[in-house]
């Protein structure tokens, strides 16, 4: 037990020095280009029809055909999941906020008004 | 003969913690490169501590097998043999190749190593992030034939620590080659980043252990390549960053299969990960298909 304390602090401190002077990769705010090439790394095989950024620039959903193609910060990389369409544009945002229901995780879009689905996804 | 007198991978871990550090350092003042995100460190050093309790939860039962296989063995090898080392070096070395190759290419057994792939990060803490369920797994059971042959079940263990901490320094971005005959005989950081690659051209491939030349025999074996960087993680990577998650969630889908359609129960067990019976989720063969197509589209 007492191992395995010790093991626990050194742990702690060992992500206590990542925090400090770990240097985590830049993921700036998406804009149009970015959201592309992402879609295009994420969802080769698709051919999104529309693409939406959210209002903070930390994820999109683009639409393509019946699928909502969905993409979130996780730390500093991009998780992708995809959607039946329907799941998605039936959404209400609430307070400038979108959560959406994948498997295991909701991710949570800024929109900039409670307007949904936006007018580059309708 | 049947208790190893030391652990190279407890006698590691001073080494481990300080090789992050300058890890880190380095990454910090751009001098290699060194990405590290702190919940994503935190979850593979949590992972590396858990594995080692899972271990001692395990430990006996293993032990227990490998010591009743030891009585039942053919020869007696001696440990102080040189040849024998020679021997359990380049057969243990061989056994881990399989051993990894279904852990990537088998369903149950991807669920128990998945976890040490779901960083999307590549650096030492990375090595660190280690199976909790390798003893239910039983890929542990690969092992036993080397006991059954002769090999000591402390000489297996401790060449299995070896390879064990061999294999921590190759998980790194900030060696990008080594010389062109290290490359050619050793597993190593370039190997290895192909291996935790999720590019569809990098899946299922470099499965060595210290030596990369089992990936070349059995034709496994692809090169990094500069035009494309290695982009780590899963196919499908996380989408939180729960510990627990990482270390079941496979485990429970595979559950949620088999409940789901019980008579495809072998397929969703034993096919490779991503096996459906209609074909509509995609394996490792199916998005290199598809990567191959679109190469040949131009």
């Known amino acids: 037990m007492i191992q ?24 700036p705010p998406l804009d149009a280009d970015a959201a592309k090439a992402l879609l295009a790394v994420e969802f080769p095989d698709h051919r999104p029809d529309a693409i939406w950024i959210a209002a903070d620039g930390a994820g999109m959903i683009a639409r393509a055909g019946t699928l909502a193609l969905v993409l979130w910060r996780r730390g500093d990389g991009y998780v992708a999941r995809d959607l039946p369409w329907s799941a998605v544009a039936d959404l209400k945002p609430a307070k400038g906020r979108l959560a959406v229901r994948v498997p295991d995780a909701r991710p949570v879009f800024a929109v900039a008004d409670d307007a949904w689905p936006p007018r580059e996804l309708a | 003969m049947l208790k190893a007198p030391f652990d190279p991978v407890q006698l590691a871990i001073p080494f481990f913690v300080l090789a992050i550090i300058l890890e880190i350092l380095l990454g910090r003042f751009g001098k290699a490169k060194a990405n590290y995100e ?129 294999q921590f320094w190759i998980h790194t971005e900030a060696i990008k080659r080594m010389p062109r005959w290290f490359e050619a005989v050793f597993n190593t950081p370039s190997h290895h980043r192909v291996h935790h690659a999720r590019n569809a051209r990098y899946l299922d491939a470099n499965y060595a252990g210290i030596l990369i030349i089992w990936d070349r025999m059995f034709g496994t074996f692809i090169p990094e390549v500069d035009e494309e960087p290695c982009r780590y993680g899963t196919v499908k990577n996380l989408g939180n960053f729960n510990l627990f998650h990482n270390v079941f969630h496979e485990w429970i889908g595979i559950a949620k299969d088999v409940a789901g359609s019980p008579r495809h129960a072998l397929g969703y067990i034993f096919g490779p990960p991503g096996w459906s019976p209609d074909g509509s989720r995609d394996t490792s063969d199916t998005l290199k298909a598809k990567w191959r197509a679109r190469v040949e589209e131009g």
């Open chain 1, 4 to 27: 395995l304390g010790g093991s626990l602090v050194a742990v702690a401190l060992l992500v206590a020095f990542t925090a400090w002077l770990g240097v985590a990769r830049p993921t």
């Open chain 2, 38 to 166: 702190p919940r994503d460190t935190a979850m593979s050093l949590s992972m590396g501590l858990g594995s080692t309790v899972a271990g001692v939860l395990f430990g006996g039962v293993v032990f227990a097998t490998t010591v009743w296989v030891w009585n039942h063995r053919i020869f007696t090898i001696p440990m102080t043999a040189v040849w024998a080392w020679v021997a359990v070096f380049l057969l243990e070395d061989l056994t881990y190749y399989w051993f990894h190759r279904i852990a990537h290419e088998r369903r149950i057994w991807w669920a128990s190593h998945v976890n040490h792939h779901t960083s999307t990060h590549y650096n030492l803490s990375t090595a660190l992030r280690q199976t909790w369920t390798g003893g239910v797994a039983g890929t542990w059971l690969l092992w036993l034939p080397l006991s059954f042959v002769g090999f000591p079940p402390a000489m297996v263990a401790i060449q299995k620590g070896i390879s064990l901490v061999y």
